[in-house]
Each structure stands twice: as C-alpha cells, then as structure tokens.
C-alpha cells in the first residue's frame, strides 16, 4: 500500500504535456493529456520510494522508472528523476510494449470489461451491453501468454454457464493477438445481430464455426479509443 507524500518545494505541475493531479492516486501522478498514460512516484509505509509509468486502460500495464521498494531514493531524488525523464517522453509517444492496440478496437454493442497483464498471462474480456432475457452476463474472454502466442478463446453465458466460461477455439500455437482479436471481433457481431446463438444451444454445445462461417463484417475499428479508467495494480 502506498501512502501520499507532501510534494516536495519546486516540483512543477506541468513537464512536456505531463500536468500533475494527486487525485486519483495514493502518490504523485502526472497524466498525459488525454489520460491514456500516467507517471506516479509513491512512498511505502515504510518510506520506500518508487516511481512507474502506466497505460491507465489496463490492469497491470507499467514499467517501473525507479525499482520497486529502493530505499536508496528519497523522495525529492526521485521526483527529480521522474521530471527529467517526463522532458525526455512525450506521453503520446510512450506505449507499453505488450498491449495489443486493436484490444481497444471495442466490438460494437460491448465492453471492455478487463485487460489484465500478469506477470505471464494476459487476459482481455468483453460483455455484451443489452443481454437478451434468457441471459444476464454474455463475455468473452481471450486468455494466454503473449511470451509464446498461446491463447483459448471462451464465452461465459451466465447461467447456462457456471463457472468458467465455455472454450470455443484454441488457435494454433503462435497465432498472433492481433489475428485472434479479428476473429473474435467477428464472433462478437454474430453474437450483437444475433443474441438466440447463444441462449438457445446448452453448454457445451458453441464451437467459433458458427459465429464466423456467416458472421456480418464487424464495423469500422475506433482507432483504440476507449473510456478510461483507473486500473491500478498488478494483475
């Protein structure tokens, strides 16, 4: 848990489209101007300083500029080194290097209910916005190790399906994100035009073929704009 620390006489505000605003976080942020990317230095309880950059759209997505728990960093050493690199980055231009753009490429008709990074295993999840009746919850999940390009694609139709979510395909090992997304955008339109594929067969019974042997053409990717919000933590 990290605590907020009193910022430190003469630290600026603004630094090369980076403006400071505590709210959000326990620590000081500066975010981008639209948001997408922050830098918070913060203190341990036990006084411990640290610093890292982060894509606010997903769970997990920074890299630290100041290692995690150094006692060696005060905390006006470490602001000084965060401004210096904030002049050196634009925060346009800064882009964790295993998040997949096209994951904000949102289906139409849903949400980006989760992009998680572990430490290992990535996870991306969407839910359908206007469930039909016989369902309350209709998600689809992506879940893998981008180290290795080895996903399985699921859908979690609650209550037909209890607990995990039911597999509908595994793409052949190295299959890149960007061509499993594509897919599963199309099985994401068949799902939105056509909600009786997935409340009329029982569990067990779903495979991708159906979704994307007919599937209408999904609509115009959004350039990876998305509502943001504040993730935080590691997956």
């Given at each position: 848990m990290g605590v907020t620390p009193d910022i430190p006489d003469g630290t600026p505000h603004e630094v090369n489209g980076w403006t400071l605003?505590?709210?959000?976080?326990?620590?000081?942020p500066w975010f981008g101007d639209d948001g997408r990317v922050s830098v918070l230095v913060s203190a341990s309880i036990s006084g411990n300083v640290y610093a890292k950059v982060n894509d606010e759209r997903a769970s997990g997505a920074y890299e630290y500029l100041l290692g995690d728990g150094d006692e060696s960093y005060s905390l006006e050493r470490a602001v000084s080194e965060v401004v210096g690199w904030m002049e050196r980055n634009d925060p346009e231009e800064w882009h964790h290097p295993r998040l997949e753009p096209s994951a904000f490429d949102i289906p139409e008709g849903y949400s980006l209910d989760i992009y998680s990074l572990?430490?290992?295993k990535t996870s991306i999840r969407y839910e359908l916005d206007d469930c039909p009746e016989a369902v309350r919850v209709v998600r689809i999940r992506i879940e893998g190790y981008d180290s290795t390009d080895n996903w399985t694609v699921e859908i979690n139709r609650t209550p037909i399906t209890r607990g995990h979510g039911e597999e509908i395909w595994d793409p052949e090992k190295g299959t890149d994100l960007l061509d499993v997304l594509a897919r599963v955008r199309r099985v994401a339109t068949a799902i939105e035009a056509n909600p009786s594929t997935v409340t009329v067969p029982d569990r067990g019974e779903l495979d991708i073929e159906q979704f994307t042997s007919n599937a209408p053409t999904p609509s115009q990717p959004s350039s990876?704009?998305?509502e943001l919000g504040h993730f935080g933590g590691e997956a």
């Open positions: 605003d505590p709210e959000p976080y326990n620590g000081l572990g430490k290992q990876g704009q998305m």
